[in-house]
């Protein structure tokens, strides 16, 4: 049940937020509810714990807005200029965390930022394919794949372990 | 009259960047492109027009509204990875258009993930 909680919380407060009104027969209604979805759709458990930072958490959510306002207007320019000229690439970048939320998080991360998505994730080779609607040249693909990889640095930075983090550090080095 | 002003402002910026998302679906090339002006300029749109209404509404509505965002930034990425997914495995990527494809010949066969 304790394991349950935080999911009930948070069920609890959406369906307050959804109902508009901080009423006690929304709040009870809202528990009841949500101790039924939980007890009836089992997540199964979240094993690995994360080191969260909030500070750097709350500035992984303020780039990502900022970015996502950059990604808005660097596609619509794209649509502009380039129309049916406009070319993208499929490129291969190393994934660095082991945790499935991590990678969750990041894949998100990606595909508000910069014209870019997640396509395929192979956790075997620790790769996975991302797609950037932009580049060029092979000078635009390093330039995209270098922002890859600084995303993944920021989430890291925000929720990853030290070692993943000096990791990306590293890796964001030899690219530049 | 500011807050008039400062919603007037974010509705009609919000709209300017949906209108282009819409452009872009009817002008970008392929699939993977058109998932693009899909998800970024329509979700910046829809969130800035939230911004503009929600300087409007009471404080209740307004949280409402902060909910609809969330649900969009939380949701049109995993849509867009999908949908991208399918279509190169579907065959509807078109390599002409790509400036490399490091993904070639390097899809798993059918996996249930």
């Given at each position: 049940?304790?394991?349950r ?5 948070w069920?609890?407060l959406?369906w ?6 901080f ?12 101790v039924l979805v ?13 080191p ?22 660097e ?8 129309g049916p000229?406009a ?22 991360a990606?595909s ?5 998505m997640?396509l395929?994730?192979?956790?075997a080779?620790d790769?996975?394919?991302?797609y950037?609607?932009g ?8 330039r995209a ?11 890291l930075?925000a929720?990853?372990s ?5 990791e990306?550090e590293?890796?964001?080095g030899?690219?530049? | 009259?500011?807050l ?6 974010l509705l ?12 872009g679906?009817?002008?970008l090339?392929?699939l993977p492109?058109?998932?693009q ?10 969130l ?8 409007r509404?009471?404080?209740?509505s307004?949280?409402?509204l902060?909910?609809?965002g ?6 049109a ?19 002409e258009l ?5 993904l ?10």
């Amino acid at each position: 049940m304790s394991a349950r909680l935080p999911s009930v919380l948070w069920l609890t407060l959406v369906w307050v937020l959804l109902w508009g009104t901080f009423t006690p027969v929304s709040v009870v209604g809202g528990v009841l509810v949500a101790v039924l979805v939980t007890a009836l759709f089992r997540l199964p458990p979240a094993i690995d714990r994360l080191p969260v930072r909030p500070l750097r958490l709350l500035t992984l959510l303020l780039f990502l807005l900022w970015d996502l306002v950059v990604s808005g207007a660097e596609v619509s320019w794209q649509v502009l200029r380039r129309g049916p000229r406009a070319r993208g690439a499929i490129m291969a970048v190393p994934l660095i965390s082991s945790s499935d939320l991590v990678v969750t998080v990041m894949a998100n991360a990606i595909s508000l930022s910069p014209g870019t998505m997640a396509l395929q994730i192979d956790h075997a080779h620790d790769v996975w394919y991302v797609y950037a609607l932009g580049p060029r040249d092979h000078a635009g693909v390093e330039r995209a794949r270098r922002r890859v990889v600084d995303m993944q640095r920021r989430v890291l930075a925000a929720l990853g372990s030290p070692d993943e983090h000096a990791e990306a550090e590293r890796l964001l080095g030899r690219m530049s | 009259m500011i807050l008039d002003a400062m919603s007037a402002v974010l509705l009609l910026l919000g709209a300017l960047s949906c209108v282009l998302g819409g452009l872009g679906l009817v002008r970008l090339p392929d699939l993977p492109s058109r998932m693009q002006a899909a998800t970024k300029p329509q979700t910046l749109g829809l969130l800035l027009i939230l911004a503009g209404t929600a300087l409007r509404v009471e404080l209740e509505s307004a949280v409402t509204l902060l909910l609809v965002g969330l649900f969009q930034v939380i949701t049109a990425p995993v849509i867009a990875q999908l949908l991208g997914r399918s279509a190169y495995r579907g065959g509807s990527v078109s390599p002409e258009l790509l400036v490399v494809d490091e993904l070639a010949g390097k899809m798993p066969e059918e996996r249930s993930s």
